[in-house]
């Protein structure tokens, strides 16, 4: 054990060496210090019941590891002591001391002691991987029992008093309100600005998560952060989409991608991409282009931040299996992650999918290599993306700071130059074809070796090979390549192919000479399925009529 550990060190420092950190703010100034995070969140809804007190420690013991796999910031769950407890079977969940209904700033919580804490910080920051702190500033336990903070009534810093004759509030309720702070009372935001600060100066926090951003307004966010961590990465939960706006307001008109800008703009923050994440749930795969991560503008690319589940949307290993209000489908999880860990915005891996226990997750390693991949590529929150569905599914060009991917997604496409003039080699194939990426770099060809059987002809015909690459004519009859007969009617021919995944083709008996309508119409194919080849030196590939 001892030797895994100081090897995964090892790893994780040369991977710091290959990658060296970025910092500041996008053009608007947005903290998205330098775009290229790669988050995991770093608990989910049952970590304080799957390994009670000891959640610190397992963040800690993991720093090795998280590092290594490619991470460079942990979404750390909510600091402060939370000692409620509920059950709701209605909704199939149940809770108490996740630190969304904290009690005050001590860190002594369901996930560990102070110590604990400041142990599995050090860890992070000693691997190089930023801890960004949960931070809930709109609502807290309504229960005053035992609280080393008072919050009077009557003073205008609850939402439940009363200030110009309506609620004190700039906000959204939680649920009821009963629990909701005024975050625009001066008083509320001094002591949130006091307790930052802390978390930074004191505790080694690189960032902040802010919760339920639609409980208060978006300029206190940047008066929170310019008053503890104005160059941090932070990233707020917005999630309120257009039909949740009363009738006749104007928001109620604009899209999801327009709301979070505009909260973007305002908090000078990043913005969890629900955009995305309501196309993932709702659209097609061609739709995920629609998320804020795949605007045409740059300046909206770079504010997203991106992901598949959380501890809100998805499942939780433990009780009643976490909250899962909003899960993707399982049969599109792997797309989903190939899209964001490839495209731009700032991508988040939900802990489960990545690690459970001592064994690897079935996601583990699947995401370890895209996050290689984007690394690699210098994939950044703005790199440039252009999409096609030309073939069917998705398929992205994405334009990182050293290489250039080609991601396919649900796709036909197997040849990444129908979308980019550069060469390609295959990086990742999985899901069953469902997913293929190809990174740019130098292409070594390969000849490989066609034969066509039975190919009989008359004066003026012959036998072809077309298929799915561009050597292969991309099955335009004209740009078929023309065997030769050997022992008739055998025919073959040798075809220079640049590396590829397995690619269709089949034998064609056509007219030497045409227009491309007539040459389709004198073609006699080849009966039965595609074949296919994988090109490789000395490859042979067999056909016949």
């Not at 740059?298 to 589940?309: C, G, I, L």
């Not at 129908?418 to 080699?425: A, E, G, K, L, Y």
Request: some cysteine; overall charge negative.
């Amino acid at each position: 054990m001892m030797i895994r550990r100081v090897l995964l060190t090892v790893v994780a420092l040369l991977a710091v060496a290959a990658h060296a950190d970025d910092a500041g703010k996008t053009a608007s100034g947005v903290r998205y210090d330098g775009g290229d995070e790669i988050l995991l969140q770093g608990f989910h809804w049952n970590s304080t019941r799957v390994k009670p007190g000891g959640w610190y420690a397992e963040l800690k013991n993991r720093a090795p590891q998280i590092a290594a796999d490619g991470f460079t910031a942990v979404w750390m769950p909510p600091p402060w002591r939370d000692t409620s407890s509920w059950k709701d079977d209605a909704k199939g969940t149940s809770g108490g001391g996740e630190g969304y209904y904290w009690k005050d700033f001590k860190k002594d919580s369901a996930y560990g002691s102070d110590a604990d804490l400041r142990a599995a910080v050090a860890a992070l920051n000693g691997a190089h991987v930023k801890p960004v702190f949960d931070i809930v500033p709109n609502h807290r336990d309504a229960r005053s029992e035992g609280s080393a903070l008072s919050i009077p009534s009557g003073t205008g810093r609850l939402r439940t008093d009363t200030c110009d004759g309506h609620a004190c509030d700039d906000g959204d309720p939680f649920m009821d309100g009963s629990a909701d702070l005024n975050l625009a009372s001066p008083e509320n935001e001094a002591m949130f600005e006091t307790e930052l600060k802390s978390l930074h100066d004191t505790y080694g926090a690189g960032g902040f998560r802010f919760d339920f951003v639609r409980g208060y307004a978006a300029r206190h966010v940047d008066d929170l952060m310019k008053s503890s961590d104005d160059n941090g990465f932070c990233v707020g939960e917005f999630w309120k989409g257009p039909s949740e706006f009363p009738e006749g307001d104007p928001n109620r008109s604009k899209s999801w991608q327009e709301l979070l800008k505009a909260w973007s703009d305002q908090a000078k923050c990043t913005v969890f991409d629900f955009a995305l994440k309501e196309r993932m749930q709702n659209g097609s795969v061609p739709e995920w282009r629609y998320g804020l991560n795949g605007n045409p503008q740059r300046s909206w690319r770079e504010v997203a931040t991106t992901f598949v589940d959380n501890h809100d949307t998805g499942p939780s290993p433990g009780v009643y299996g976490g909250q899962h209000h909003w899960p993707l489908r399982p049969e599109l999880r792997r797309m989903a992650y190939a899209f964001i860990l490839t495209t731009p915005g700032t991508p988040t891996v939900y802990w489960p999918d990545m690690y459970e226990g001592t064994t690897p997750t079935p996601l583990h390693d699947y995401v370890r290599r895209l996050i290689a991949l984007r690394r690699d590529a210098g994939v950044r929150a703005g790199s440039d993306v252009s999409f096609s569905t030309d073939q069917g599914g998705l398929a992205a060009k994405v334009t990182g700071t050293r290489q250039t991917l080609v991601v396919a997604l649900d796709s036909r496409l197997t040849e990444p130059r129908v979308i980019s003039d550069q060469s390609f080699v295959p990086a990742l194939e999985d899901d069953g074809g469902k997913v293929r990426i190809w990174e740019s770099g130098a292409v070594t060809p390969a000849a490989v070796n066609f034969r066509c059987d039975k190919g009989e002809t008359t004066k003026g015909r012959s036998v072809y090979v077309v298929g799915g690459s561009k050597e292969l004519g991309l099955w335009k009859l004209e740009d078929a390549v023309k065997l030769e007969p050997a022992a008739y009617p055998t025919w073959v021919g040798t075809v220079s192919m640049a590396p590829a995944f397995a690619t269709a083709w089949k034998c064609v008996i056509r007219d030497e000479t045409g227009t491309p309508d007539a040459l389709k119409a004198s073609a006699v194919w080849e009966p039965g399925d595609n074949n296919e080849v994988t090109p490789a030196a000395g490859a042979s590939a067999d056909g016949s009529f």
